[in-house]
């Protein structure tokens, strides 16, 4: 044993310098050259802004505007969550229980779409279903003042289908059908100042 | 359905496409041969090997001292991570100021790294500094899997070779599955994750203020270095909390298919080292399909369980017909939670993209089982095929046994010492899971970590004791884990489940090796046919999982009678 401990020492500091020093910072070079955007966290930039990213949900509750999955997480962007409750349990029942009440006032007498009312593995997943986005049109063309197929019809343009039309689940980006939301109609809400340019993608920190 | 079945499909022929021919690359590398790497990467392994006191020359060594050398290494790098974590707060490349480890934490983290079960007690982004996640965790990301990948070729050459001393050299083996195998795929896997939109970079959190005008932090790092290594090792260790269900840890559809074919790619390309290096691909391709058998044979029982929803919420009016979505992510779905979670408990991976402890009682027992029968299924890089070749020394035993003869395996007889050293490395499991679970259901400072109340509160305790004695590091991430008592005691199953599987692996392989080979004559039993993968498949049921069966009744298989019931706790 003692034998080996010399090599053993010596070869866990080769590999540190190896895998833990040379390969992760010539990864950070090589992201930060070809795929800046990305590599920076996909935010989204307003004004010189950043509003949010992309890849993380944010808290929508005004009835103007499509709002994400429930968040165990708080929509935390710095502390990632399920709920990780059991399906025999109690509080994961009340919890829906509760929120298919307050989301059929909305559009009554149509069954809630399940991601509507169920918490993300994440606590930060940015997209909803399309049945999700279709089933609060009603709601946000009421607040907004527009026609309901207007609203839908913008659901449809930002909908994306299956990578290679099969892998993965259609889905519909909270974040990116809100701010078209936004271009579509101006609306009066607070903290929302609509029709600004607005790059996606965009900026680098 | 239709797209979630056509995805299985194209997952596994894509599997099977990808792991032959590395596979063949594999039986190269640790048969010493030069491979189109070879006149970039030969320097660097000479230069490491001699700073080691290697000559490769001479260098092969008796099981005994392999064992050793590996022992020491992974002794090493403990101590080295426990320090480092230990150390954070004065360490650099901490932009958010996060302190140093508990002892008991730190202890627990650095065990769970090193045995290449990635078990996380801590969530990443609020407990990991980038120097903790780069230069400690990354490390062993590669030298853990490293560690696993050479043990494995040494077990191989065990059952390949003619009589010989020795099952080759531990440090040049480590080294050559570092730079020939793990290094290369990881840099071409992250550059496609950060194009995916994987984050790399050292900033510090981003502040954001949202559409409604509410301030938003967003965690950032070298994630997609770490994502890359983390699944084609089989480590599973999650950048951020959630692991791969974080939207910048797996962003689309695409990055959830390639990280679930880099999850098993490695060990699935093991049968066929195997074959290449037995010189009978036949006999790699028999434990191939065994696997694969039993691989989709879990998967029809998790994604069956999924797709179907919850009875309980259905009775609400809502339109289930996506399945059981509580802990999944909208762009996966059910098809490809279920595919997930098959894929990640058949390797010793661990990392998940949908919450374990929300799935359907069904859909949960499938992937425990997986992690008690000992990862056999592809397993861990290394470690899953050696697993599964102590299986195949007792089918062959037992087989042997009914009909008389003595049992054979590839020309070298099976006698009692393979055997018993087969049924120790067996004995682990039990002992990390029911006895340490036992445990764990009557201490009372243990019990405390449960979050659900009945059934699933018992589902919580034997997957956290299955995940770390299994190496797996998946969890159900409702229980608490985080606490002195179960940093301690799933630290000690990891040490378990991974050296006490290790050692008598080596030992066969060192006896094997020093045995003669006998021709094959009329009354050898052949191991290629579709007979010994039957034979093998119920090996690995019956022995794996009827000892485990008693205990799942009491927790998975009573939850599921009870929500059938409507019952909730």
């Known amino acids: 044993m003692l034998s080996q401990i ?18 992760p910072l010539a990864m950070t070079g090589a992201a930060q050259a070809l795929f800046p955007a990305e590599a920076n966290g996909s935010l989204v930039m307003k004004n010189g802004q950043v509003i949010g990213s992309s890849l993380v949900a944010q808290a929508f509750t005004d009835p103007g505007y499509f709002h994400p999955r429930p968040s165990a997480a708080s929509y935390d962007g710095g502390a990632s969550s399920g709920s990780n409750l059991g399906p025999t349990s109690a509080a994961l029942k009340q919890r829906i229980e509760t929120d298919v009440a307050r989301l059929a006032a909305d559009n009554p007498g149509v069954p809630v779409p399940i991601d509507l009312v169920t918490t993300s593995g994440s606590g930060l997943d940015p997209e909803i279903s399309p049945a999700a986005a279709t089933f609060q049109a009603p709601r946000v063309a009421r607040a907004r003042g527009l026609e309901v197929a207007a609203v839908r019809a913008l659901v449809g343009r930002i909908v994306v289908s299956r990578s290679f039309g099969i892998l993965g689940e259609p889905r519909v980006n909270v974040l990116a059908l809100n701010l078209a939301l936004n271009e579509l109609a101006p609306a009066s809400i607070p903290g929302s100042r609509a029709g600004e340019p607005v790059a996606a993608n965009g900026g680098m920190r | 359905m239709a797209s979630d079945i056509l995805q299985f499909i194209l997952y596994c022929v894509l599997l099977a496409a990808l792991a032959w021919p590395l596979g063949i690359y594999l039986a190269r590398v640790f048969s010493g041969e030069q491979t189109f790497l070879f006149p970039l990467l030969a320097p660097v392994e000479t230069g490491i090997a001699r700073a080691c006191g290697v000559d490769p020359r001479t260098a092969d060594q008796h099981w005994t001292r392999y ?19 230990r150390l954070q ?8 100021g996060l302190p140093g480890l508990s002892p008991d934490l730190a202890f627990n983290t650095a065990v769970s790294f090193v045995t290449n079960t990635n078990w996380q007690a801590y969530g990443g982004e609020t407990t990991m500094s980038y120097f903790s996640q780069m230069v400690g965790l990354g490390v062993q990301n590669f030298v853990s899997a490293g560690t696993g ?6 077990v191989i050459r065990g059952f390949a070779g003619r009589e010989t001393r020795g099952v080759g050299n531990f440090w040049i083996d480590l080294v050559r599955a570092v730079l020939y195998v793990l290094l290369p795929l990881s ?3 992250g550059l496609f994750l950060v194009w995916q939109g994987v984050p790399q970079n050292l900033a510090s959190y981003v502040d954001a203020t949202t559409l409604e005008g509410a301030k938003q932090t967003i965690a950032q790092g070298p994630a997609a270095a770490q994502i890359a290594i983390k699944q084609l090792g089989t480590n599973g260790g999650g950048f951020f909390n959630a692991n791969s269900a974080v939207p910048y840890e797996n962003p689309t559809p695409l990055t959830n298919f390639a990280e679930m074919l880099a999850i098993l790619l490695i060990p699935a390309a093991f049968p066929f080292m195997f074959g290449t290096m037995v010189r009978d691909m036949r006999q790699g391709a028999a434990i191939f399909a065994a696997m694969l058998v039993l691989f989709l044979g879990s998967l029809a029982l998790t994604y ?36 997930w979670a098959t894929a990640t408990t058949a390797a010793s991976n661990g990392s998940v993209n949908a919450m374990h402890d929300s799935f359907m009682p069904l859909g949960m027992l499938a992937p425990m089982l997986q992690m008690q029968t000992g990862e056999v299924v592809f397993g861990g890089v290394g470690s899953g095929f050696y697993g599964m070749l102590a299986f195949v020394l007792l089918t062959v035993f037992i087989a042997g046994l009914m009909v008389g003869r003595t049992p054979e395996y590839l020309g070298k007889k099976i006698e009692a010492k393979e055997v018993k050293l087969s049924v120790i490395a067996f004995l682990v499991m039990p002992l990390g899971v029911l006895v340490f679970g036992a445990m764990a259901t009557m201490i009372p400072a243990a019990l405390a970590s449960v979050q659900d109340a009945g059934p699933h509160g018992l589902s919580e305790i034997l997957y956290a004791y299955s995940s770390g004695t299994g190496n797996n590091g998946s969890a159900f991430a409702g229980f608490g884990a985080n606490t002195p008592y179960h940093n301690t005691m799933i630290g000690i199953a990891m040490l378990l489940g991974r050296y006490v599987f290790i050692i008598p692996m080596l030992a066969i392989a060192g006896s094997l090796a020093a045995k003669k080979t006998v021709p094959a004559s009329a009354g050898t039993f052949p191991t290629h046919t579709p007979l010994f993968v039957g034979l093998l498949v119920a090996v690995v049921l019956i022995i794996g999982g009827l000892t485990f069966f008693p205990a799942l009744a009491l927790g998975p298989i009573a939850e599921h009678m009870a929500m059938l019931a409507g019952q909730t706790v």
Do not use: C
Not at chain 1, 6 to 23: C, D, E, K, Q, S
Not at chain 2, 89 to 96: C, D, K, R, S, T
């Open chain 2, 67 to 85: 064992a050793l050398a590996a022992l020491a290494f992974n002794l090493a790098g403990w101590f080295v991570l426990y320090a480092m974590l």
């Open chain 1, 6 to 23: 010399r090599p053993a020492f010596v070869m866990i500091t080769a590999m540190t310098l190896l895998t833990g020093v040379l390969y």
């Open chain 2, 149 to 154: 990948i050479a043990v494995g070729a040494a």
């Open chain 2, 187 to 189: 840099i071409l896997f």
């Open chain 2, 89 to 96: 707060g004065v360490l650099p490349f901490n932009p958010q």
């Open chain 2, 304 to 339: 069956g369980s999924e797709i179907q929803g919850n009875p309980i919420v259905a009775e609400l009016q809502v339109d289930q017909s996506a399945g059981n979505m509580e802990g999944k992510e909208v762009r996966f779905g059910t098809g490809n939670s279920a595919l």
